[in-house]
């Protein structure tokens, strides 16, 4: 038996998300499906996380265990050829029996994209936010900043989550813009549900004098879901990197 | 009368290309029947030049006469509201009566992306040349030089052109590399069928050792077309922009 660790890129566009489900097309099921037609095995695949219907992933991380001989170096080939081409398998290794991509995770980065133009993009439909309306970046820069550290983002939580410790530690976020196009990247130590998506909301209520920086802060140190900003829409999304530690 | 310039933006996955025809949607056709609903009118749509199915535009241009009152600054908005998200008018703009897209034009940008990894990527699927073997970029480097400048690129042209002149002057190639991600971007005076995709073919053949740069000169110098590289694929071609001079 060997425990095997794939990073795996998706374009969340056609999915009802990562987590398989009685109802709609789920990729954590897309890959299970191309494990099986592969090494005939009814495999269970642990993801890092789950991502919403219509969110990316530039390089999401799964476990599974297989007693296939097939050489580690060429899994991510084999597993491709049975997936379609919105999902493919980057890289495949073979990692001590304990490691599980879930409960070994210590952070995350995510990045969103904004497209800010008068205009939607034909290009960039299924993989941004469009906002038609000038934003001012200094306001999102310096509000961006409040998050930073370690807080209770229980505002910054969609309901339907039945995490009980809300405090989550935020170790960069960065913003860069070139012409048109905007993208905020988060990085921390976890993420709660829908998290990301509502700081971004929250910074583009801000960007556009719709909400002020005091009721972010207060979002912060209340608690209330009220203070902070919409949930931005799923498409923007990117899950970038799974972060492990490197011994454990 | 007015004669309206647009600047359309397209992922042309879904399309059977600009040009409109008997069978296949194609994104001039889209274009004149948004038009058609908006003002009513029968338009007579004219793209600066044709792309093929799957090929994409950051800044296609178009003109057409039309009697509607509809203010120029609007036209963009209320096109887009007939179209498909996949095309999107980003501009309008009123422009003298004789202005043309096609024939005013002298010159245009195209850029080719190719993703060069051992594994397909799930995100670049429409959009990339997908190569899994080391390239040697210095040999591109020096290959795509040769094409910089006044030749008759005949070898670099798919049959079932019937341009007579096959001279055209490439001003500028450039090549960006960042990661897995290749750009190259083609400026020059006019590119004759197919021209852009058989010289990225011919470099990528290069930068494989498949082809020596010999054999590429003599494509130039012969116009044999046997002489230089395969036709890359079309999902890799974006049209950047068409330049007009600023006075006529």
């Not at 789920?26 to 890092?48: D, P």
């Not at 009721?215 to 923007?236: D, S, V």
């Amino acid at each position: 038996m060997r425990n095997i660790m794939i990073k795996i890129e998706y374009d969340g566009t056609n999915y009802n998300g990562w987590q398989i489900q009685p109802n709609g097309i789920t990729i954590q099921e897309k890959i299970m499906k191309a494990i099986k037609r592969l090494t005939g095995e009814n495999i269970n695949l642990h993801g890092s996380g789950r991502t919403d219907a219509k969110v990316h992933a530039r390089e999401q991380v799964a476990n599974f265990y297989t007693n296939s001989n097939i050489p580690t170096k060429r899994f991510a080939v084999a597993i491709n050829h049975f997936l379609p081409q919105d999902i493919a398998i980057m890289e495949a290794n073979e990692m001590p029996m304990e490691f599980h991509a879930r409960y070994w995770a210590i952070g995350k980065a995510y990045s969103y994209q904004i497209h800010n133009f008068p205009q939607r993009s034909a290009l960039l439909r299924n993989y941004s936010y469009h906002i038609p309306y000038s934003l001012d970046m200094e306001k999102i820069e310096k509000a961006a900043a409040i998050f930073i550290g370690t807080h209770d983002f229980k505002g910054f939580m969609s309901s339907g989550s039945s995490v009980k410790n809300t405090n989550r530690t935020i170790h960069d976020i960065k913003i860069e813009k070139e012409k048109d196009r905007i993208w905020i990247t988060f990085e921390g130590n976890g993420f709660l549900y829908n998290m990301v998506r509502i700081m971004v909301g929250t910074l583009v209520e801000i960007g556009s004098n719709k909400r002020d920086l005091a009721k972010a802060r207060e979002a912060l140190e209340t608690g209330g879901r009220n203070k902070a900003g919409h949930l931005a829409p799923a498409q923007g999304l990117f899950l970038d990197k799974v972060f492990y530690p490197l011994t454990r």
